[in-house]
């Protein structure tokens, strides 16, 4: 077992190649998309533990860590988290069905939120996008401050680094907002969508959602995707509407790390 700190040139090839070779993949990257993320393009602001048996990712995210796995291990998933999040913290992990059996036994389950990854499967060309307009690092204080009105989660400079950020302006105020959340090569994640509570059912979801796949789907040949809760019956509809297909269950896990570091298994 190696950490950040201590992975070997070997180890950390092993795992590239390892991902390179599952990544060809569509299916298993889509599965695996918050993994895959950790280990590439978010490597520098992830910490990772991994053997052959199983290799474990955390993202300390503003306000609990986030974790990704490969691996069918409850006991070393248990185990490697304690090495990379401090013991009785919260931890949030986005899992597959079959991964969501696996934490389950590794940790103390506190609530899980079924969601579905709904993937863009047909011409976004024709969608319309209606005032969107590209936002810039310059925009990001009005983000912070519709992401507070619309009660998302905060937005950082950080997202301009991985991909487009579209907006709606009404005046100087910013009404409507979403962002790229993750890229890696051939994949993209949409999502942090916002409208201001006083501009809702304006159809500003459907114009930053179409600008956004219209920006992405210039630039490369990509598969995008978004999370939308199942519960969710109204944005489901919405996305779906727009060409988005359900593809699988996900389920979005907060779950405790044991209090004591276990012993490494042998």
Request: aromatic letters at 8%.
């Amino acid at each position: 077992m190696e950490t950040n700190g201590s992975l070997s040139a070997a180890a950390i090839t092993q795992l590239a190649c390892q991902i390179e070779a599952l990544r060809t993949n569509l299916d298993w990257t889509l599965a695996h998309f918050v993994f895959v993320a950790a280990a590439t393009a978010l490597s520098e602001e992830c910490d990772i533990v991994c053997s052959p048996a199983m290799s474990v990712a955390s993202y300390h995210g503003p306000r609990f860590p986030e974790l990704a796995f490969l691996g069918e291990s409850p006991e070393l998933l248990r185990t490697y988290t304690t090495f990379l999040v401090e013991p009785g913290s919260e931890v949030h992990l986005l899992v597959s069905t079959e991964q969501r059996a696996i934490a389950e036994q590794a940790f103390a389950v506190i609530e899980i939120r079924p969601s579905w990854q709904l993937v863009f499967s047909r011409d976004a060309s024709d969608l319309d996008t209606g005032a969107a307009m590209a936002l810039k690092l310059r925009h990001l204080p009005a983000m912070q401050t519709l992401a507070q009105k619309a009660e998302i989660s905060t937005v950082g400079e950080e997202l301009f680094e991985r991909g487009p950020a579209m907006g709606i302006w009404e005046g100087r105020t910013l009404v409507a907002m979403g962002a790229t959340r993750t890229r890696v090569p051939g994949v993209a994640e949409i999502g942090k969508i916002a409208v201001h509570p006083d501009y809702r059912q304006r159809g500003y979801t459907a114009n930053i959602v179409a600008a956004l796949l219209q920006a992405l789907l210039e630039e490369e040949k990509l598969t995008v995707f978004t999370m939308v809760q199942q519960g969710n019956t109204e944005a489901l509809q919405q996305y779906e509407a727009l060409g988005f297909e359900r593809v699988r269950p996900m389920y979005l896990m907060r779950c405790l790390v044991a209090e004591e570091q276990a012993p490494l298994p042998h």
